[in-house]
């Protein structure tokens, strides 16, 4: 129980913060940087092969990316910490529609301080840290509202 509540302190102490600056680029080669997703909001999965929960959650993170397929102001980018290899040959068999970048361990530990998996991150289109949950499902409510903002 403790543990949990740590991990929401510290979820809820990310938001409203400046995204650390990154530069990634996904098991497809497509690059991600802090230049080239500004205005874009972003949905970021952070998690790994071995997380039970981040692999349960993958048919209802798919339907997240399908219900905004027809938007090209949203990006959903999972932050993985495996090697490309073990990723590529994982995501064969178990389909996952985000953009996956390998290898970003150090960075999702030290660069973000995320200690819990699976985590989820809405970052606005200015950079800014909007709501970090554990769950995907309470992640789209915040969505709306970012798409609700653009338009007034």
């Known amino acids: 129980m403790k543990q949990k509540a740590v991990a929401e302190i510290e979820r ?3 938001e ?3 995204m650390p600056r ?21 949905v970021l999965k952070c998690w790994y092969i071995g997380c ?10 798919n339907k997240l990316v399908d219900s905004y397929k027809d938007r090209d102001d949203i990006l959903f980018v999972s932050l993985a910490m495996d090697p490309k ?15 996956t970048v390998p290898n970003v361990k150090d960075f999702m530990q030290h660069q973000m301080n995320i200690n819990s998996y699976p985590t ?9 840290i909007v709501k970090v949950v554990g769950r995907i499902g309470e992640i789209k409510p ?7 903002a653009t338009k007034l």
Do not use: W
């Open 12 to 14: 809820f102490e990310m």
């Open 16 to 18: 409203g913060q400046v």
């Open 22 to 42: 990154y530069n990634f680029s996904d098991i497809s080669g497509k690059k991600y940087s802090t230049s080239s997703t500004k205005g874009k909001i972003v």
């Open 52 to 61: 039970v929960a981040c692999i349960e959650e993958f048919p209802e993170v």
């Open 85 to 99: 290899k073990e990723l590529v040959g994982f995501l064969k068999t178990n389909k996952l529609k985000y953009a």
């Open 120 to 128: 989820h991150i809405l970052i606005d289109r200015t950079g800014k």
């Open 142 to 148: 915040f969505i709306d509202k970012q798409l609700l």
